[in-house]
């Protein structure tokens, strides 16, 4: 029975992988620190480790306890924009973090390393995003991403540690931190509809993401470990039609049966529209079925956003650089 380690298994993306491998027969052991995570969201099949991969004791400890066969890096700070305000903890969590764990998988040998990356890493390029592009990332976030992924490569060629990188791209659905205002834009609006409040929007709503529904994306990082032409490969994971901020907010009042208003704040510094090409993810994985449509997903995470309830947004206390920081991210 393989054991395999999921860091941030207690958040969004990553609660969903623990309950895709535990289905597989894996025995999964979590890591997170709970900074953006929830622990009920944790199966309680899984064994539960609060502490950080930036500990990296703390892994060395875990590595040596468990002898994991895979390892699945799920842990990050995801908020592109805030990270050029927060560049040490960026590069710190995201990069630094990663490396504790690339060290003790050479060390102990594990099968395969499987990365969640992000489109963060293309930067402004030709649409749609496709594997074989030079990344350019505009944004530290970006850059910590970009940073690990060659950090892997450079690690199989020199010590043969296997991975497969997946770059998804904004993933929505149950389970999603909605308390967090610095990132996911379907779980902000969402939480200003239950708490009344107006929809913000930076700038004029026309820039473009595609939105992927998280049952689309998670089977496929849960089960890349078997399939033996996906290892040391790149694969954008997601949906592929892509719609503008202000279309997603009239979804996302439908799905939620609440109107709001929109209240558009200054634009800030972000790629003004991004989606990828996914030939070679339905290539090698074989993906052919109708992925969910935004509004059947949307759907899927009201019912459960409803029941959860609102979240406070919670204000991120450790700004390095307040110059340009968005004055919304600054209200109490």
């Not at 029975?1 to 895709?20: N, P």
């Not at 400890?61 to 842990?75: G, N, R, S, T, W």
């Not at 992925?291 to 995470?301: C, K, R, V």
């Amino acid at each position: 029975m393989a054991i395999s380690l999921v860091t941030g298994g207690a958040g969004f993306i990553g609660a969903h992988v623990v309950k895709e491998l535990l289905a597989m027969g894996h025995t999964v052991v979590v890591l997170d620190d709970l900074s953006g995570g929830f622990k009920d969201y944790v199966d309680t099949k899984a064994t539960f480790i609060e502490g950080s991969i930036t500990d990296h004791v703390l892994v060395e400890k875990i590595f040596e306890q468990y002898k994991f066969d895979y390892v699945y890096h799920l842990a990050a700070y995801a908020a592109e924009g805030l990270s050029h305000f927060i560049k040490r903890f960026n590069y710190n969590n995201n990069l630094i973090g990663s490396v504790n764990l690339i060290n003790e998988s050479v060390k102990h040998k594990v099968k395969c390393f499987v990365f969640t990356s992000s489109i963060a890493v293309y930067g402004k390029g030709q649409l749609p995003l496709r594997e074989d592009m030079v990344p350019m990332p505009e944004d530290p976030y970006g850059v910590a991403k970009f940073a690990v992924e060659l950090d892997l490569k450079a690690t199989h060629e020199m010590f043969g540690l296997n991975y497969i990188i997946f770059r998804p791209h904004n993933v929505y659905g149950e389970y999603q931190n909605i308390g967090d205002r610095y990132r996911n834009v379907v779980g902000i609006f969402m939480n200003q509809l239950l708490k009344g409040e107006s929809l913000t929007v930076f700038g004029d709503g026309k820039q473009t993401r595609a939105f992927s529904y998280i049952k689309d994306v998670a089977p496929h990082i849960a089960k890349s470990v078997t399939i033996k032409e996906a290892y040391n490969e790149v694969f954008n994971v997601g949906a592929d039609k892509d719609y503008t901020v202000n279309e997603l907010a009239t979804s996302v009042m439908g799905a939620m049966g609440m109107k709001g208003e929109l209240k558009h704040l200054p634009p800030r510094n972000e790629v003004l529209h991004a989606y990828s090409d996914h030939s070679k993810m339905h290539k090698v994985f074989g993906v052919n079925e109708k992925s969910i449509t935004l509004d059947e997903g949307l759907t899927f995470m009201a019912e459960w956003v409803k029941q959860a309830g609102s979240r406070s947004s919670t204000k991120f206390e450790n700004i390095e650089i307040f110059e340009k920081l968005p004055p919304s991210w600054l209200e109490n």
